[in-house]
C-alpha cells in the first residue's frame, strides 16, 4: 500500500531565513485550523513528530473526507535539504544554462549509467555544506545541483520544505497562498509514494 506525500518546497529560502519563513508558515496553518497546534507521532519525518490536520484542513485540499491513517500529517523541515518522490527514479534533468534536458534513463526506466555519471554525489555534496558542481553534458559550463530541474519534480534542493502526509491533494489555491506567504518565492511541489 505504501504513505503518500507532497512537498512544497522553497527554492528561495536562504539559511538564514529559511526557520523564520517555516514558523511563519505553521503559525498560519494553526491560526487557520488547517493544522492543530500539538505536535504529536504523525509524519514519517526525522522524529516522526508533526502536526495532525486540524479542523479546517479541508481548506487546504481537494477532497475534505479525512484519511484514517496513522502518518496523517505536517513536517516542516529547516535546513539544507535534497527532497525527492520517494519511490522510482528521475527520468531526465534539465540544464539551468542551456535547457537541455539530460535523459536518465532508457525507454524501460532503467537508469542510464553514463547519463547519471556527471551527477554522481552532487546531491549528497550539497546536502552536506558544498555546491554539488555539476557540468552538463551538453553546453560543458559548471552549475550548483541546486539550480538544476528534474523531470515529474523528482528532486528540490531546497533550504525549507512542508511535507503532508498522506492528504489528499493540495489545492492550486492552497499552494498559492503558500507562496504569498513566502513573499513571492519560487517553489515547487514534489508528489511521491514510500
Known sequence: MGDYFQTIVDLDATEQDAARLGAGLLDWLIADGIVSAERTDCVLDNDGYGNAPGPDYAKAVDDPEPVELWSNGLHVATGRTVFDSGQGEAGAATCPLCATEIRLVDDTWCPVD?????????LDAWANGGEGVVECPSCRRPSGIDRW????????????GLTFWNWAELTYGFEQEV????????TVTLRGKL
Not at 530541474?149 to 525549507?160: I, N, R
Request: with cysteine; glycine share 14%; net charge positive.
Open 114 to 122: 553514463s547519463a547519471w555519471a556527471p551527477f554522481a554525489g552532487r
Open 149 to 160: 530541474s528534474w523531470e515529474d519534480d523528482y528532486y528540490a534542493c531546497g533550504q525549507l
Open 179 to 186: 507562496r504569498r506567504r513566502l513573499g513571492g518565492h519560487r
